[in-house]
């Protein structure tokens, strides 16, 4: 739908208002009706990054989920202040792996006696404090854009006995070490907080090189192997494009896989008159279509599937804190306490310094 042309005017007129004061972040997945806005576009990492890169900006409007605040928040300087437009922007995902779940963990394989060899990894997409917790216990943290060197990295932390320890998401875990690592589906197993011990035996721990928290992504986890089948069927050369939050069956039948930032770059370099079907976020699959009308551009699902959460930063919520802080008042600043940003910082850092 179309956005509201007053709310649009506001929007502008606050942001002129506010000039070099506010830096505003879109992620991939927002609405056009906000993305229109932002100074800057990019997955996850790239906005980490670029938050980090605007000492400048008083204030960071974070167009994006709440985990991603959180990380501007920590990467940016103490008199900077980052706003979500509505704070009941979280991510499903990152809501499967909470502190104290991760402890238990974490303490089962202290018991098993291997948690000397293990490397915590978290996504990006996890709160601030399980950031902490890799940081303390001497990880770091991933995006989709380089979980590969994540896991070069710290395979080569603790000898050939290694083990990752992966949270939240199992999917981005098990693609990255299957098909990038040279691991076998059976060096992963799957630790489950739902379940006593997490449904492992010590053994299956000791023997394991790769722990996987059992958190999914609810979005891409509704791209299906038979869509890919039907899709091919259909549309003979169509190439299958998807993000590694997919399920594992659905990534071995990809043509490509990877980060939002590298799908928008392959649509962008794909030559006229090819046929893409795209497994992530609707929103993104929807403006990739508009703005490559000379290619064939089409969402890998028969269903619709927008991203719940992203899509509450609507133009409303914008607007509304964007006003707000023409008024001088801050509404939504997502601020991480001292000790986790510490530590939440030392695993950022961490991802921060991977090489390429
Ligand atoms: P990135 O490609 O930005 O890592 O995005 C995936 C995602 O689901 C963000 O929430
Ligand atoms: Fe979380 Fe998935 Fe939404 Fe990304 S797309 S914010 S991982 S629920």
Same mark, same amino acid.
């Given at each position: 739908?179309?956005?509201?042309?007053?709310?649009?005017?506001?929007?502008?007129?606050? !942001?002129?208002?506010?000039?070099?004061?506010?830096?505003?972040?879109?992620?991939?997945?927002?609405?056009?009706?906000?993305?229109?806005?932002?100074?800057?576009?990019?997955?996850?990492?790239?906005?980490?990054?670029?938050?980090?890169?605007?000492?400048?900006?008083?204030? $960071?409007?974070?167009?994006?989920?709440?985990?991603?605040?959180?990380?501007?928040?920590?990467?940016?300087?103490?008199?900077?202040?980052?706003?979500?437009?509505?704070?009941?922007?979280?991510?499903?995902?990152?809501?499967?792996?909470?502190?104290?779940?991760?402890?238990?963990?974490?303490?089962?394989?202290?018991?098993?006696?291997?948690?000397?060899?293990?490397?915590?990894?978290?996504?990006?997409?996890?709160?601030?404090?399980? !950031?902490?917790?890799?940081?303390?216990?001497?990880?770091?943290?991933?995006?989709?854009?380089?979980?590969?060197?994540?896991?070069?990295?710290?395979?080569?932390?603790?000898?050939?006995?290694? !083990?990752?320890?992966?949270?939240?998401?199992?999917?981005?875990?098990?693609?990255?070490?299957?098909?990038?690592?040279?691991?076998?589906?059976? /060096?992963?197993?799957?630790?489950?907080?739902?379940?006593?011990?997490?449904?492992?035996?010590?053994?299956?721990?000791?023997?394991?090189?790769? $722990?996987?928290?059992?958190?999914?992504?609810?979005?891409?986890?509704?791209?299906?192997?038979?869509?890919? /089948?039907?899709?091919?069927?259909?549309?003979?050369?169509?190439?299958?494009?998807?993000?590694?939050?997919?399920?594992?069956?659905?990534?071995?039948?990809?043509?490509?896989?990877?980060?939002?930032?590298? $799908?928008?770059?392959?649509?962008?370099?794909?030559?006229?008159?090819?046929?893409?079907?795209?497994?992530?976020?609707?929103?993104?699959?929807?403006?990739?279509?508009?703005?490559?009308?000379?290619?064939?551009?089409?969402?890998?699902?028969?269903?619709?599937?927008?991203?719940?959460?992203?899509?509450?930063?609507?133009?409303?919520?914008?607007?509304?804190?964007?006003?707000?802080?023409?008024?001088?008042?801050?509404?939504?600043?997502?601020?991480?306490?001292?000790?986790?940003?510490?530590?939440?910082?030392?695993?950022?850092?961490?991802?921060?310094?991977?090489?390429?």
């Amino acid at each position: 739908a179309a956005s509201d042309p007053d709310l649009v005017a506001r929007a502008r007129a606050a !942001k002129e208002a506010l000039g070099s004061r506010v830096f505003v972040l879109g992620h991939h997945y927002q609405r056009d009706e906000v993305i229109q806005f932002a100074d800057v576009t990019g997955d996850s990492f790239k906005l980490a990054r670029d938050a980090a890169a605007r000492p400048e900006a008083e204030f $960071i409007v974070f167009c994006g989920v709440h985990f991603m605040a959180e990380s501007a928040d920590i990467l940016t300087s103490p008199d900077q202040k980052v706003i979500l437009p509505d704070l009941a922007a979280g991510c499903s995902m990152a809501d499967m792996a909470r502190l104290p779940q991760v402890e238990d963990a974490w303490d089962a394989m202290v018991e098993a006696g291997v948690a000397d060899s293990v490397v915590p990894i978290t996504y990006m997409n996890s709160s601030a404090d399980i !950031k902490a917790f890799c940081g303390r216990n001497g990880g770091a943290v991933c995006t989709s854009s380089n979980a590969e060197s994540a896991l070069d990295w710290a395979f080569a932390q603790k000898g050939e006995d290694t !083990k990752v320890f992966f949270l939240p998401d199992q999917h981005l875990g098990r693609n990255t070490a299957v098909l990038r690592m040279g691991l076998t589906l059976d /060096d992963c197993v799957v630790w489950d907080p739902r379940q006593a011990n997490g449904g492992l035996s010590a053994e299956q721990l000791r023997d394991a090189k790769m $722990i996987l928290w059992r958190g999914h992504c609810s979005v891409h986890g509704r791209f299906s192997p038979d869509t890919v /089948d039907d899709l091919r069927k259909t549309i003979p050369g169509v190439s299958i494009l998807v993000h590694p939050e997919c399920v594992h069956e659905v990534v071995l039948k990809a043509d490509l896989v990877g980060s939002t930032e590298f $799908i928008i770059k392959t649509i962008e370099a794909a030559p006229p008159g090819s046929a893409w079907a795209i497994g992530t976020e609707l929103n993104l699959v929807k403006r990739l279509a508009a703005d490559h009308p000379d290619k064939r551009i089409m969402f890998l699902d028969k269903t619709v599937c927008y991203c719940s959460t992203m899509n509450r930063i609507d133009l409303p919520h914008f607007v509304w804190a964007m006003e707000s802080l023409v008024e001088g008042v801050v509404v939504n600043h997502v601020q991480v306490d001292p000790d986790t940003e510490h530590w939440a910082k030392v695993a950022l850092q961490r991802m921060l310094d991977l090489p390429g």
